[in-house]
């Protein structure tokens, strides 16, 4: 169980920090679809692994948390 990471700071990270981060492959989430960017996953798309286990294309994520914002976007967890 992943508890909320909500404290600390929030700001956008270096993409050295987001590259560090483990990368999936979307087998089992085809059909799924990303929802940063709302489009569905396909077979090999790659994903990171982040630990609230919410799954974004890597470059939607990369943009998000390399620009905007060190959390989930959809839970807000704190992703590094």
Do not use: A, Q
């Not at 700071?9 to 981060?21: G, R, V």
């Not at 940063?36 to 948390?65: A, R, S």
């Amino acid at each position: 169980e992943v508890s909320p990471s909500n404290e600390g700071d929030t700001s956008p990270i270096e993409e050295e920090e987001f590259n560090s981060l483990p990368n999936l492959e979307t087998p089992s989430f085809e059909g799924d679809e990303c929802s940063i960017c709302t489009i569905e996953f396909k077979n090999n798309d790659l994903i990171k692994d982040i630990e609230c286990k919410h799954y974004f294309h890597l470059e939607c994520l990369k943009e998000w948390v390399t620009k905007t914002s060190n959390t989930c976007p959809m839970c807000r967890n704190m992703i590094k």
